[in-house]
């Protein structure tokens, strides 16, 4: 969907031998193009007058032709562009899209290169492209090298994870580029995934000057390339692109035309505009699936954290290591009795979803293959049609809809992506067939096929055809372990969360410090909504049984503003129904939470340390509030001045009680309702990793 209400294209073009400038709508921005002596492209970016990108180089080099050098600047074209769109769902109603434009045709060399360099200047910052003709002397691309240098200015801070083509499942270092080295180092390898060493990072990530200003550096639009990693020059304050390689050292097979995604830096001496922009949705084309109507922000439970807890609970049916799915009779064989995915336990997350109000429930551990998933010999390992025999699908189907409650598939695929290209059609019949609107997605493990990365061109390929082919079926997508998210949500709306990042599920693995949710939303969820399953109440793993200890760095009023601080039409409530009957109060804050927004306030912000944002609900006059902090407590003020003059609301405060605190008392939240209206402040208590959550309801 997609309705410009304001929309006005001024056009201007002009034909130039010489550097080419480009200023943002309010003048913040500056941006100067050139080619240097040996006729490479450059670039330059200020905000306010200050260096954000010093004279950094652009080109691509591939073994047919280098856009590397050679070039002159042949003319350029400006336009400026004002517009307002609709998203399906998200943070906003309406995302005004409003930049000027640089389009530098290049050409030169022998024989003779085309290639033009498209630059979007908002009043957030830069998105800037590669675009390839069609070549006089070439049709296809074998991409090698990206050469899009970032020059800094100084020895800024920084939040990132390290540079790995397989996986984003890391908690962030606040370190500097000098620090990099030693930040970086204490990473330990995941097991099958390939790290790149040195100090090669992942976006998106985050920048802080000395002088107090933010950069954001991501891309947009990630479709038919390979993700892009940075490799870090420490010494020079500098980054350059580092796409992810197939296995002959190839970054990119293209036929031309092509435009690359957009390489973006969201910038602003206000962290909250960082929270708040919309660029990278903004640099994605508009939606493509005509009739959205199908198209569902939900919340759900779920079959899940039983498996995480230290009850022993498995997504096995049997323990027999020997079955294999399509070929063994699984109904000859022992249940190991610890499989919470058989009827009678769905059917209580099914009564439970249906008394709360919860829209959907996820079965993790229905069907066959789970006994040797992990294998790293695997050929096919899942059948996404063939339920385990404790797992009366047709009988949960029905029931399920007598009650009104959505089932949510789970593919889990444990990377073998190509089995799952070969099971897709059937595997989204049967989904259909039997009542699934929804599918959770996942891709633990090696790729399939071999040579492949999680990140590599080829798996960028296929999350994006799984997600084509979901829209034919009139499905609605959460992939976890997926190329990270940059923005194609608003081309695909039915993609509607992602992983692609350390979520909630390490609360059981190591755990996420406080500081972790407070850096996200400045960097992984500027490519999309993420699917962090928040909703622990019960954060001591000892609790559940044998076999875990550890705890949750949360307290339980914190799990309630997670809904708020990383927003995602897909939301989970990850704990066990026992768990949300122990606190049914707090409960009412899940049950009330809106998972769609009119509208978007950061009231406060600060990477890594703490977030404060009010959003108002896309179906009513209520608004919702949440707050969160690091490891330090602090009490938030908020002035509510974005009500509505004259109306009156009642806001219902869920809080860290005096005493909270996420290690010594993770369960003290206190629940208090204050009549407000716009000229209220409202002072809510935060405990060391804790956090509030606030329903702002309209009265008459
Ligand atoms: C990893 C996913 O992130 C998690 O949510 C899921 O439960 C497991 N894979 C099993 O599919
Ligand atoms: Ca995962």
């Given at each position: 969907?997609?309705?410009?209400i304001?929309?006005?294209?001024?056009?201007?073009?002009?034909?130039?031998?010489?550097?080419?400038?480009?200023t943002?709508?309010?003048?913040?921005?500056?941006?100067t193009?050139d080619?240097?002596?040996?006729?490479?492209?450059?670039?330059s970016l200020?905000?306010?007058?200050k260096?954000?990108?010093?004279?950094s180089?652009?080109?691509l080099?591939?073994?047919?032709?280098?856009?590397g050098?050679?070039f002159r600047?042949?003319?350029?074209?400006?336009r400026?562009?004002?517009?307002t769109?609709?998203?399906v769902?998200?943070?906003?109603a309406?995302i005004?899209?409003?930049?000027?434009?640089?389009?530098?045709?290049?050409?030169?060399?022998?024989?003779?290169?085309?290639?033009?360099?498209?630059?979007?200047l908002s009043?957030?910052g830069?998105?800037?492209r590669?675009?390839?003709?069609?070549?006089d002397?070439?049709?296809y691309?074998?991409?090698r090298?990206?050469?899009?240098?970032?020059n800094?200015?100084?020895?800024?801070?920084m939040?990132?994870i390290?540079?790995?083509y397989?996986?984003?499942?890391?908690?962030f270092?606040e370190?500097?580029?000098?620090?990099l080295?030693?930040?970086?180092?204490?990473?330990?390898?995941h097991?099958?995934?390939?790290?790149?060493?040195?100090?090669?990072?992942?976006?998106p990530m985050?920048?802080?000057t000395?002088?107090?200003m933010?950069?954001?550096?991501?891309?947009?639009?990630?479709?038919?390339?390979?993700?892009m990693?940075?490799?870090?020059?420490?010494?020079?304050?500098?980054?350059?692109?580092?796409?992810?390689?197939?296995?002959?050292g190839?970054?990119a097979y293209i036929?031309?035309?092509?435009?690359?995604?957009?390489?973006?830096?969201?910038?602003?001496?206000?962290?909250?505009?960082?929270?708040?922009?919309?660029?990278?949705?903004?640099l994605?084309?508009?939606?493509?699936?005509e009739?959205?109507?199908?198209?569902?922000?939900?919340?759900?439970?779920?079959?899940?954290?039983?498996?995480f807890?230290?009850t022993q609970?498995?997504?096995?049916?049997s323990?027999?290591?020997r079955a294999?799915?399509?070929?063994?009779?699984?109904?000859k064989?022992p249940?190991n009795?610890?499989?919470?995915?058989?009827?009678e336990?769905?059917?209580?997350?099914?009564?439970f979803?249906a008394?709360?109000?919860?829209?959907?429930?996820l079965?993790?551990g229905?069907?066959?293959g789970?006994?040797?998933?992990?294998s790293?010999?695997?050929?096919r390992?899942?059948?996404?049609d063939?339920p385990?025999?404790d797992?009366?699908?047709?009988?949960l189907r029905?029931?399920?809809?007598?009650?009104g409650?959505?089932?949510?598939m789970?593919?889990?695929?444990?990377a073998?992506?190509?089995?799952?290209?070969?099971?897709?059609?059937r595997a989204?019949?049967?989904?259909?067939e039997?009542?699934?609107?929804?599918v959770?997605t996942?891709?633990v493990?090696?790729?399939?096929p071999r040579?492949?990365?999680?990140?590599s061109?080829w798996m960028?390929?296929?999350?994006n055809y799984?997600?084509?082919?979901?829209?034919?079926?009139?499905i609605?997508?959460?992939?976890h372990?997926?190329?990270?998210?940059?923005?194609?949500?608003?081309?695909?709306?039915n993609?509607?969360?992602?992983?692609?990042?350390r979520?909630?599920?390490?609360?059981?693995?190591?755990?996420?410090?406080?500081?972790?949710?407070?850096?996200?939303?400045?960097?992984?969820?500027?490519?999309?909504?993420?699917?962090y399953?928040?909703?622990l109440?019960?954060t001591?793993?000892?609790?559940?049984?044998?076999?875990?200890?550890?705890?949750?760095?949360?307290?339980?009023?914190?799990?309630?503003?997670?809904?708020?601080?990383?927003p995602?039409?897909?939301?989970?409530?990850?704990?066990l129904p026992?768990?949300y009957?122990?606190?049914a109060?707090a409960?009412k804050?899940?049950?009330?939470?809106p998972?769609?927004?009119?509208?978007?306030?950061?009231?406060?912000?600060?990477p890594?340390r703490?977030?404060?944002?009010?959003r108002q609900?896309?179906?009513?006059?209520?608004w919702y509030?949440?707050?969160i902090?690091?490891?330090?407590?602090r009490?938030?003020?908020?002035?509510?001045?974005f009500?509505?003059?004259g109306?009156k609301?009642?806001?219902?405060?869920?809080?860290?009680?005096?005493?909270?605190?996420w290690k010594?008392?993770?369960?003290?939240?206190?629940?208090?309702e204050v009549?407000?209206?716009s000229?209220?402040k409202?002072?809510?208590?935060?405990?060391?990793?804790?956090?509030?959550?606030v329903?702002?309801?309209k009265?008459n």
């Amino acid at each position: 969907m997609r309705i410009g209400i304001l929309s006005s294209v001024l056009l201007a073009a002009a034909t130039t031998a010489a550097a080419a400038d480009l200023t943002s709508p309010s003048g913040a921005f500056a941006l100067t193009v050139d080619v240097d002596g040996a006729g490479t492209p450059v670039y330059s970016l200020t905000y306010k007058g200050k260096p954000v990108v010093t004279g950094s180089h652009l080109g691509l080099t591939a073994d047919e032709m280098d856009f590397g050098k050679g070039f002159r600047i042949e003319g350029t074209e400006t336009r400026s562009v004002d517009e307002t769109w609709q998203p399906v769902w998200g943070e906003y109603a309406n995302i005004r899209d409003h930049y000027n434009e640089l389009a530098v045709n290049l050409k030169g060399g022998t024989p003779e290169r085309v290639m033009t360099l498209r630059f979007r200047l908002s009043d957030d910052g830069l998105g800037f492209r590669y675009e390839l003709p069609r070549q006089d002397n070439a049709n296809y691309l074998t991409v090698r090298d990206e050469a899009t240098e970032f020059n800094f200015s100084g020895d800024h801070t920084m939040w990132c994870i390290p540079g790995d083509y397989d996986t984003d499942e890391y908690l962030f270092s606040e370190t500097t580029f000098s620090d990099l080295e030693k930040a970086l180092g204490s990473y330990r390898r995941h097991s099958e995934a390939q790290r790149t060493g040195g100090t090669t990072i992942q976006t998106p990530m985050l920048m802080k000057t000395a002088d107090g200003m933010y950069i954001n550096l991501h891309e947009a639009a990630l479709v038919g390339y390979a993700a892009m990693l940075l490799d870090v020059d420490t010494k020079k304050h500098s980054m350059r692109s580092h796409l992810v390689p197939d296995c002959h050292g190839v970054k990119a097979y293209i036929q031309l035309p092509f435009n690359t995604p957009w390489r973006t830096m969201i910038v602003s001496d206000d962290a909250r505009d960082i929270l708040a922009s919309q660029m990278v949705l903004n640099l994605n084309e508009p939606c493509k699936i005509e009739d959205t109507s199908w198209i569902k922000p939900m919340k759900f439970v779920g079959v899940w954290w039983e498996m995480f807890t230290g009850t022993q609970k498995t997504w096995a049916y049997s323990d027999d290591y020997r079955a294999k799915p399509g070929v063994t009779d699984y109904s000859k064989l022992p249940s190991n009795g610890r499989h919470p995915a058989n009827t009678e336990n769905v059917k209580k997350y099914i009564d439970f979803a249906a008394a709360h109000g919860i829209d959907g429930v996820l079965v993790e551990g229905w069907n066959e293959g789970w006994e040797d998933w992990c294998s790293y010999r695997k050929n096919r390992q899942f059948l996404f049609d063939k339920p385990y025999p404790d797992f009366d699908l047709e009988h949960l189907r029905d029931y399920a809809k007598s009650k009104g409650v959505k089932m949510i598939m789970h593919h889990e695929t444990a990377a073998n992506a190509v089995d799952y290209e070969r099971q897709l059609e059937r595997a989204f019949t049967f989904m259909k067939e039997n009542n699934y609107d929804a599918v959770k997605t996942g891709y633990v493990g090696a790729i399939i096929p071999r040579s492949e990365h999680h990140t590599s061109q080829w798996m960028v390929d296929h999350a994006n055809y799984v997600i084509d082919r979901a829209a034919d079926y009139k499905i609605m997508i959460d992939s976890h372990e997926a190329p990270r998210p940059t923005g194609l949500c608003r081309t695909y709306p039915n993609w509607l969360a992602q992983e692609s990042a350390r979520g909630g599920e390490f609360e059981s693995m190591g755990g996420n410090p406080p500081s972790h949710t407070c850096i996200l939303p400045f960097t992984r969820l500027k490519g999309g909504p993420m699917d962090y399953t928040p909703g622990l109440f019960e954060t001591r793993l000892s609790t559940y049984g044998e076999g875990k200890t550890g705890q949750a760095m949360t307290t339980l009023a914190r799990q309630l503003a997670l809904y708020l601080t990383m927003p995602s039409p897909m939301q989970m409530a990850c704990d066990l129904p026992e768990n949300y009957e122990r606190f049914a109060d707090a409960f009412k804050f899940i049950e009330d939470v809106p998972v769609d927004w009119k509208d978007s306030r950061y009231l406060e912000a600060e990477p890594a340390r703490y977030i404060t944002v009010a959003r108002q609900d896309k179906h009513s006059d209520d608004w919702y509030l949440g707050a969160i902090t690091d490891e330090t407590p602090r009490m938030a003020t908020v002035s509510l001045d974005f009500l509505p003059k004259g109306e009156k609301f009642v806001a219902t405060v869920y809080e860290d009680a005096p005493g909270a605190d996420w290690k010594e008392n993770p369960q003290a939240y206190r629940i208090r309702e204050v009549k407000v209206n716009s000229k209220s402040k409202l002072k809510l208590n935060l405990a060391s990793g804790g956090g509030a959550a606030v329903k702002i309801k309209k009265v008459n």
